[in-house]
């Protein structure tokens, strides 16, 4: 009766451990489907992101980075006509 009382014990901690895993891996699942969701946002804002009012300003105006360049390329090329 003892084996019967523990074998029953041992098996109810079986189920419990087996139903905590199950509980485990769903979560894991959700957080997963979760972080792509969120890195697919991600990719799409950096390769299309939204056209705020500054960001039009920005583009109406010459952005100061382009100069330079411009301005590093004809340095260039005066040196190497020279």
Not at 8 to 14: C, E, G, Q
Not at 30 to 59: A, G, I, N, R, Y
Request: net charge negative.
């Amino acid at each position: 009766m003892a084996q019967m009382l523990n074998s029953d014990v041992s098996d109810h901690r079986l189920n419990v451990i087996i139903k905590n895993i199950n509980a485990i891996s769903l979560e894991l699942k959700k957080m997963k489907e979760h972080s792509q969701l969120l890195l697919c946002d991600l990719t799409l804002q950096f390769s299309h992101p939204v056209k705020t009012d500054d960001s039009k300003e920005t583009e109406r105006n010459k952005p100061l980075f382009e100069e330079f360049q411009q301005s590093d390329v004809s340095l260039a090329s005066n040196r190497f006509s020279s």
